[in-house]
Each structure stands twice: as structure tokens, then as C-alpha cells.
């Protein structure tokens, strides 16, 4: 117990966010460059919460430094401190009457054609406000939700493996695609199966359009034959307009494309697939004042300026009657 009292009087705030900076960046001098620190200044800041931790929280190697396992523990908890003294901070601040303090947002590689827009439109009406934004896929920012890297995360679809908060905030239309020119861009109708030979393009194993595609075709009963896997949505637009294979992506990526004429939306029945945006946040943890202010905006606003911007809205493919021939499926994309 005293030792206990011992570390908490003597470590500073300085000195766990020179902790946070080099578990976060894995160096030392990488560190007191995000800290507009001199290097001696973080090695001395790192030295003094060791002895007052009594126990090393850093091993030395040629390239840099890494954590031991009781640093790993303080990391985190230094981690968790510094959040709620930021948190403390903005709070003071709404109390002199000024809104401010960082959003720290995590979406999925996929969302990154469609917040930009609506961040704009929050600083906007929220100068004081700075953004930390973090991109990945599914199961990174699944990953950077639960380590409390980010406040609040944008997917398409909640994670069956935390305990989350989520609240729909506009449509997200995904569909099969091809190039005008390709075989299956110039059928009346396509089928599932179909696509089996068509050098289907999908994302990696760990996004949430690869984990649609397959969720898809168990539904449905048909084999899922993958012909390329890119971890790209821009290479995999390219390479569909290219006439390389068919693809399956999200409609709000390729508006341009869509509009420009370079992809089609197949005709087959129920495409576009009709999905949702969700933002969410841990159950488990109470949101800072500005991650609650943006989901707020997210779910008030979000589905109007959608639909007031550029992002690309498509009709669904209306399958042919019986009888009739079926055309060739547009697109329209809204671009600005």
C-alpha cells in the first residue's frame, strides 16, 4: 500500500504521456517529436515513472524500445488517465460556454467516402473542435474500439463481439458491378451463379463487404467463388472499369465511376442490397461530451446531408416481369 501511494504522488501527467508516446510509436525520439519534447527530456520524463513504479516498463533493442509487461499495464492505464483528463478539460471548457475538445473517430475503409462530407459539416458548426480520425477495416476498428483508441467507430454493421452502443444513421446500397464492356455488364439479367466465372473482385477476409458477400451467398445456397482479393476499394474499382472481373462493393465508393458511365449496377434481383451506416460506441463507457454531440448529429442529420451532397443514391434493380425483357441497369450518382 505504500508503494502504491509512493507511485501515485510522484507520477506526473508528463510522465504517462511519454509512456502513451512511446508505446504508441515504439521510439523514443518518435516520441518527443509528437511531444515537441527533446529526446533527453522524454528518456528522463520515462526514467523517473520507472523508479517510481520500481520496475522497468521499457527494454532497450537496436531499433528502439518496446514495453515489458508491467509497462504494457501502465501503457494502458495511462492511456485511460490521460482520456479522462482531456475529458476533464473539454468539460471545463463547455463551463466557460465554449464547445470544444478532440472527436476521436474510427471508420472502416469503406466510410471514408462518405464522413468526410459530414465531419466538415459538424466542425463546421463547431470550430473548437479537432478531429483524430482512424481508418482501417472491420476488424481493426472493431480492435481500436475495444482498446478505447477511438470514442466512437462507423461501420456497417455492430460487432457481435463487444458490447456496443449503435444507432443506424443512413442507407448503404452495395451491389455486384461490372464494366459496360464486360460480358456480364451487357446481359439482361444475372444470376448468383453467374458470377462464378466472372473473376469476381472482393475486399479481404476482415472487412464488412467481405463478411456481406459471404453472409450473401450462404443465404442464398450458392457456392461463393472468389477470383481476386484486394484490400483496396480504389483497385478494385479500377480494375472492375478495366473489365478485369465483376465486383461487389459499396455504392457510396464509386460515385464517380457510377455517373461517369465506367461501371453498371448488374441487373439481378435485390441489387443494390439495401444496408445501414451505424455509429456506435462501448456500452460499457461513458461517451466524451464532443462523440456524444457528433453521434447525435450523425442520427439527426446524417441521412439528409447524404442526400443533399455527393454521395451516390441508385435505385434498386427492378427484376423483369415475366414476359418482358429486362434492360440493362443504370445508375445515377450524385456528384458535386
Avoid at 488517465?81 to 469503406?110: C, I, N, P, Y
Avoid at 469476381?200 to 467463388?225: F, I, M, N, W
Wanted: with cysteine; glycine share 8%.
Amino acid at each position: 500500500m505504500h508503494l502504491q501511494s509512493v507511485m501515485l504522488k510522484n507520477a506526473t501527467l508528463r510522465q504517462l504521456a511519454a509512456l502513451h508516446a512511446v508505446a504508441q510509436l515504439g521510439s523514443v525520439s518518435r516520441a518527443a517529436g509528437e511531444l515537441h519534447l527533446s529526446q533527453p527530456a522524454v528518456s528522463n520524463q520515462l526514467r523517473l515513472l520507472e523508479e517510481s513504479a520500481g520496475t522497468p516498463l521499457l527494454e532497450r533493442n537496436g531499433r528502439g524500445v518496446r514495453l515489458t509487461s508491467a509497462g504494457s499495464v501502465m501503457a494502458t492505464c495511462a492511456a485511460r488517465m490521460l482520456d479522462l483528463w482531456r475529458e476533464a478539460g473539454d468539460e471545463m471548457a463547455t463551463h466557460r460556454g465554449v464547445f470544444s475538445g478532440t472527436l476521436r473517430v474510427g471508420l472502416v475503409t469503406t466510410a471514408e467516402y462518405l464522413l468526410p462530407q459530414l465531419l466538415v459539416a459538424f466542425v463546421s458548426q463547431h470550430p473548437n473542435v479537432k478531429v483524430k480520425l482512424q481508418v482501417g477495416n472491420r476488424d481493426q476498428i472493431t480492435h481500436m474500439l475495444a482498446a478505447q483508441d477511438i470514442d466512437i467507430a462507423i461501420m456497417g454493421r455492430p460487432p457481435a463481439e463487444l458490447k456496443a452502443s449503435s444507432a443506424a444513421f443512413a442507407k448503404h446500397p452495395m451491389a455486384f458491378l461490372a464494366a459496360p464492356k464486360h460480358l456480364l455488364g451487357q446481359r439482361r439479367r444475372v444470376t448468383l451463379s453467374d458470377l462464378a466465372g466472372a473473376n469476381l473482385l472482393v475486399r479481404e477476409r476482415g472487412s464488412g463487404t467481405r463478411t456481406t458477400l459471404e453472409r450473401l451467398y450462404k443465404d442464398a445456397g450458392v457456392p461463393l467463388q472468389i477470383g481476386s482479393e484486394l484490400s483496396s476499394n480504389e483497385a478494385i474499382k479500377q480494375m472492375c472499369a478495366a473489365g478485369f472481373g465483376a465486383a461487389f462493393l459499396s455504392l457510396n465508393t464509386c460515385a464517380l465511376e457510377l455517373d461517369a458511365g465506367l461501371l453498371v449496377v448488374l441487373p439481378m434481383e435485390g441489387n443494390p442490397l439495401e444496408r445501414e451506416w451505424f455509429v456506435m460506441h462501448l456500452a460499457t463507457r461513458g461517451l466524451p461530451q464532443v462523440a456524444s454531440a457528433f453521434k447525435h448529429f450523425l442520427t439527426q442529420e446524417g441521412q439528409r446531408l447524404i442526400d443533399a451532397g455527393a454521395i451516390a443514391r441508385v435505385s434498386p434493380v427492378q427484376p423483369p416481369r415475366p414476359g418482358t425483357l429486362a434492360t440493362r441497369s443504370t445508375c445515377k450518382a450524385r456528384v458535386s
